[in-house]
């Protein structure tokens, strides 16, 4: 990039102004002394190719991807990397100097990156993990749960057939589980995930049963409004590790940031402060 260019990024969705990335994105570039702008882009589905095929030509270097266009970037980009493939989901966009885009997926970076910064004390062979829900972000946690060591994953949602289908691309190492069975197997885990949105700000609650949590397991949701959800509070009332999902929005966004200004970003104390402003 010349010097006299200014590096550009976004956020596109639709809708998009919820979205915290640009709270974060800007505190890094304040903090790091940057000289770049990163901004929200409300962006319907029928424009999204038009879009994302300007933007190299007004100066952005990448962009984020959130609902609904996680899936049909993949399509548009030139080159996808292979977690992206193996989530059928990206999330970071890179284009590159010669005009082409990458498209990479970072969210099970960001799980288990956070995972390990918030519960040191997690081995991931140590034993099985629970996971309930298997929507996109399901698809992420487990590839990256998998990819870390993680013996068994248990997986259980309240449609099974979104499960069974995980299991049959995933492979041997899940377990699918019904819903209403979910409570117990708890007691089997030495890591529990929620990946629904069970819990959060506005949705029902997490209904399923926990009295087989044992103060050991390692328990996270992906939840971050409320930040302590009602399955943290518990677990930590018993003496669990807990991880709010604050962490993994931070951690996630760390490779596109270096990609994109030439900085690695820390997640910190401050940066989380920035972001709940």
């Known amino acids: 990039m010349s010097e006299e260019k200014i590096p550009l990024a976004a956020v596109i969705g639709c809708p998009v102004a919820h979205s915290k990335s640009p709270q974060l994105q800007r505190h890094w570039l304040n903090t790091y002394g940057i000289s770049g702008h990163y901004v929200p882009m409300h962006v319907e589905s029928v424009d999204l190719t038009e879009v994302i095929r300007s933007l190299p030509k007004m100066g952005f270097v990448g962009a984020n991807v959130t609902i609904p266009h996680k899936e049909a970037v993949m ?10 493939s193996l989530i059928g ?9 010669d005009g082409t885009i990458l498209a990479d997926n970072t969210d099970g970076y960001g799980f288990i990156t956070n995972l390990h910064q918030s519960a040191p004390n997690w081995v991931p062979k140590s034993g099985a993990a629970v996971v309930l829900g298997a929507g996109g972000a399901c698809r992420a946690v487990v590839a990256s749960l998998l990819e870390a060591g993680v ?7 309240r449609t099974r057939s979104r499960a069974d289908q995980l299991r049959k691309e995933f492979g041997a190492r899940i377990r699918v589980v019904e819903w209403v069975q979910a409570g117990n197997v708890i007691e089997e885990a030495a890591l529990l995930v929620n990946t629904t949105s069970l819990g959060m700000v506005g949705k029902p609650r997490l209904r399923v049963p926990l009295d087989g949590l044992r103060p050991e397991t390692v328990v996270t949701d992906l939840i971050y409004a409320p930040l302590k959800t009602e399955l943290l509070q518990y677990a930590d009332e018993i003496g669990c590790t807990t991880v709010d999902g604050l962490g993994m929005l931070l951690h996630q966004a760390v490779p596109g940031f270096e990609r994109w200004f030439g900085r690695r970003p820390e997640v910190d104390s401050d940066t989380r402060a920035a972001v709940l402003k």
């Open 151 to 157: 013996p068994e994953v248990m997986l259980s949602n």
């Open 75 to 84: 399509t548009i980009a030139d080159q996808v990397t292979d977690r992206a």
């Open 89 to 97: 989901a990206a999330n970071t966009l890179i284009f590159r100097k």
